[in-house]
C-alpha cells in the first residue's frame, strides 16, 4: 500500500524526534516552517520538505500532526481565515499531538469533522530521548477504526500506544499524567530542599528514598540533579509546567472535581517561574526552593 504523506507542525525538541522517525520509516514528509522550529539539517538529508505556510502544507498532504505547545496555537494552526481548515483536503486526518485543555479539543475536533477531515487527539509522555529514539508514549482519543488505520504511522515514533476512548479522552489522560507526574516531582524537589536544610547528605537521601516508598521514575528523573546537578534527565522547561498544571486546573475545574493539592503544586511551579525564570528546567525546582523556599 502507498504510504500517506504526512505534513509536520512543530518541529520543537520532540517534533523534530518525531519527524526524524516519520521519515526514517519512508514516509513522504513536509513540515512548517518556523522560528521555534530546532535546525532542519538532519531532516532535509532525510528528504524531508518544508511549507512556507500553513495552507501550502495541508493542500500537499493527507495526514496532519501537530505537535505544538497548547490549545491557543493548535487554534491557531487550525482556525481562521489563515488555518488549516480552509484549505483541508477532504479525508484529511489530523492528529494532535500536543498537550490541550480537553473542551479545546472536543471543539477543535468537531470544526475538523465540519471541515470534512478526521481528528485523533494522540499527546504524547516521555521525553525528547525517546521522541529521537522512536519510544514515546501515545495517549490516543477517537475512533478506534480511524486509530487503526493510523496505527502504522504512530508506531514510527511511539513505542506505546493506548486508546483511550472517545475524542478529548487522550487529553484528558495526558493531563491527569503530567499533574502526577510533576506533582511528585514537586513534592521530591521540596523533601530535598528540606533535606539539604537538615544537613541529610544528598547520595544518604537518594539511596533511602530508592529503597522505600519514594522509589519511581519521578526520583529517577531527579537523581542525577541531586547528585551531579544535572538536569538533562528531565527537560521540561518551567513554564511548560506551569502550563500543563494550568491545563489540568481547567479541566479539574469544568469536571467540578477536587483540586486542592493540584492548586498547591501549581502554585510551587509558579514561584518557581518566578523566581528562577520561564526557561529553567524542572529539576532545577530543587535549588529553587533552596534559596527561596515557599
Not at 18 to 41: C, F, M, S, W
Not at 111 to 137: I, Q, S, W, Y
Not at 195 to 223: I, S, W
Request: charged letters at 15%.
Amino acid at each position: 500500500m502507498n504510504k500517506p504523506r504526512i505534513g509536520l507542525v512543530g518541529v520543537g525538541l520532540m517534533g523534530h524526534g518525531i519527524a526524524l522517525n516519520i521519515a526514517r520509516k519512508g514516509y513522504g514528509l513536509t513540515v512548517l516552517e518556523h522560528p521555534g522550529n530546532q535546525p532542519l539539517d538532519d531532516l532535509r538529508a532525510l528528504g524531508v520538505a518544508s511549507a512556507a505556510s500553513v495552507h501550502d502544507l495541508v493542500r500537499q498532504v493527507e495526514v496532519l500532526i501537530l505537535c505544538v505547545t497548547g490549545s491557543p496555537q493548535v487554534e491557531a494552526v487550525l482556525l481562521g481565515e489563515q488555518g488549516a481548515l480552509v484549505a483541508l483536503r477532504p479525508g484529511t486526518v489530523v492528529i494532535d499531538c500536543s498537550t490541550a485543555i480537553p473542551a479545546s479539543t472536543e471543539s477543535v475536533a468537531r470544526a475538523v469533522v465540519a471541515a470534512g477531515g478526521r481528528f485523533l487527539d494522540a499527546p504524547m509522555t516521555r521525553t525528547p530521548k525517546e521522541a529521537a529514539e522512536g519510544r514515546l508514549n501515545l495517549l490516543v482519543g477517537g475512533d478506534a477504526a480511524l486509530l487503526a488505520e493510523c496505527l502504522p504511522l504512530l508506531q514510527c515514533f511511539a513505542e506505546n500506544i493506548t486508546h483511550t476512548g472517545a475524542v478529548g479522552s487522550g487529553h484528558r489522560m495526558k493531563l491527569l499524567h503530567n499533574y502526577v507526574s510533576l506533582g511528585s516531582v514537586a513534592l521530591l524537589a521540596e523533601a530535598a530542599a528540606c533535606a539539604q536544610a537538615g544537613g541529610v547528605a544528598p547520595q544518604v537521601f537518594v539511596d533511602v528514598l530508592a529503597k522505600g516508598g519514594g522509589a519511581g521514575v519521578a526520583l529517577e528523573r531527579l537523581r542525577p540533579y541531586l547528585l551531579q546537578q544535572d538536569p538533562s534527565a528531565l527537560r521540561f522547561a518551567m513554564s511548560n509546567a506551569l502550563k500543563d498544571l494550568g491545563y489540568y486546573a481547567t479541566m479539574a475545574q469544568d469536571s467540578a472535581a477536587a483540586r486542592g493539592i493540584a492548586q498547591a503544586v501549581r502554585d510551587t511551579f509558579d514561584h518557581a517561574v518566578a523566581e528562577g525564570g520561564p526557561q529553567k528546567l524542572v529539576p532545577e525546582l530543587v535549588d529553587i526552593l533552596i534559596k527561596k523556599p515557599r
